[in-house]
């Protein structure tokens, strides 16, 4: 089949989205590799990922294989493909990623939804392999990190068995979790791949700055204590089985009249603070994993043990509510937020663009984060690379203090709402 053919079909008219799906059907069948609807839509929405555009000659072939096309009124087929392929393109650019309403997932099994030839499997299928198209020794370690994340995530849905080896002991739990977070990574996959403009540093560089950890010496010989300091550097999901049993000790000495007692000076406390500073870690292991619900519940809870914020645990949270789009708790964090704080006026902004669009509510609040910090807005679209390694202290409107905000999931939060990074950008 021709490029030409193809391309003269781009445009299009105007169509149904019946009869975009009845002809692409129709196309699928008379093709030697019969894809199913859901396996199309996910291979479409995969191509939009992908750093370089390809020509329809270049992916066509990989989606259907050959196509045998014996009457011109079947090139009507091919007009629907094309509109289905615009309609995806158009989404990317859009942020508007979620799958499609028959790709869901039972709330009573999740098995129910993973059988052969199923929606949800066939539909991640599609998008895996449309990814196979990358090219990942041209990617940076951002990219990379960014890709195999998406991978894992659709790879778990792609049949009961894959499940069953990703999900564990709360299967049921955490397959929600993983299809609920799907956007964000799809979403962080486009980002890295087409519009990040490299935003990160040489391998090199990220390698000295996970050595800097390992390289940190305690002057505690308890053994306690350093395995305390092991547990708080490490940032993988494997942590939390030995701060689990670090909690348990501690949690055995205290009582319900003790929380009672101290409730709102637990962090003023010598004894409670590596209890707190360990519920922070957790809720932080969470939230970069995806989590961002566990992290929210237990964030709460510390600032209602700790109200003054001595740890910072209100910036994470913020990012959390927005990507688990709890707007009014949202609002009512930031009554108690200092307006200065980098973190409350980017939530703010966030608050007011997902409530009034590009309005002025929501421009004004995108004019103080400019006023605050020059660099917010070129590191978040990618205009401006930022150090991996981040210093303990930043002054205000500095790089460093963006990339506080970055490490607090600011750029998640900022990719869960449609459109937001596009707008950040206009000026």
């Not at 991978?151 to 002991?169: D, H, P, Q, R, Y």
């Not at 993983?178 to 964000?184: A, M, Q």
């Amino acid at each position: 089949m021709s490029t030409l053919i193809i391309n003269l079909y781009i445009a299009g008219h105007i169509m149904s989205p019946t009869k975009i799906r009845n002809n692409v059907i129709k196309l699928s069948e008379l093709s030697t590799k019969k894809p199913n609807y859901y396996f199309i839509q996910g291979y479409l929405m995969g191509l939009g990922a992908l750093p370089l555009m390809l020509t329809p000659s270049e992916w066509q072939p990989d989606l259907f294989g050959d196509i045998n096309l014996q009457k011109e009124s079947e090139l009507k087929y091919l007009e629907s493909l094309m509109a289905l392929y615009n309609q995806s393109m158009d989404k990317v650019i859009q942020n508007e990623l979620k799958m499609p309403a028959k790709c869901s997932l039972s709330k009573q099994d999740y098995r129910d939804s993973l059988k052969p030839n199923m929606p949800l499997p066939s539909y991640c299928k599609g998008v895996l392999q449309a990814l196979k198209h990358i090219n990942k020794r041209a990617l940076n370690a951002l990219q990379k990190q960014a890709v195999d994340s998406l991978s894992g995530v659709l790879k778990a849905f792609t049949s009961e068995k894959a499940a069953a080896k990703v999900f564990g002991e709360f299967a049921q739990y955490n397959a929600q979790e993983y299809k609920r977070n799907y956007v964000y990574y799809m979403a962080d996959a486009i980002f890295e791949l087409r519009f990040s403009n490299d935003l990160t540093l040489s391998d090199e560089d990220e390698a000295q700055f996970n050595n800097s950890f390992l390289d940190e010496e305690s002057n505690e010989l308890d053994e306690l204590d350093e395995l305390l300091e092991l547990v708080l550097a490490d940032t993988e999901l494997k942590a939390l089985e030995p701060m689990q049993m670090l909690l348990e000790m501690m949690e055995g000495h205290i009582t319900k009249q003790f929380i009672k007692d101290n409730t709102g000076h637990f962090w003023g406390l010598h004894e409670t603070r590596p209890y707190m500073m360990l519920r922070a870690h957790r809720a932080k292991i969470h939230a970069l994993h995806g989590y961002t619900q566990k992290a929210q519940s237990e964030l709460e809870e510390l600032l209602k043990l700790n109200p003054n914020d001595n740890q910072g645990n209100r910036f994470l949270l913020m990012n959390c509510l927005i990507i688990n789009k709890e707007w009014d708790k949202l609002d009512a964090l930031l009554v108690k937020s200092d307006s200065e704080e980098l973190h409350a006026t980017a939530s703010r902004a966030l608050s007011a663009f997902v409530k009034h669009g590009d309005s002025k509510p929501a421009n004004d609040y995108k004019k103080k984060l400019q006023q605050q910090n020059k660099h917010f807005s070129k590191i978040l679209t990618g205009q401006e690379k930022l150090k991996v390694q981040q210093p303990p202290y930043f002054s205000p409107g500095s790089k460093e203090e963006v990339g506080v905000y970055l490490d607090s999931l600011g750029k998640q939060a900022w990719i869960s709402v449609p459109a937001s990074l596009f707008w950040l950008r206009k000026k």
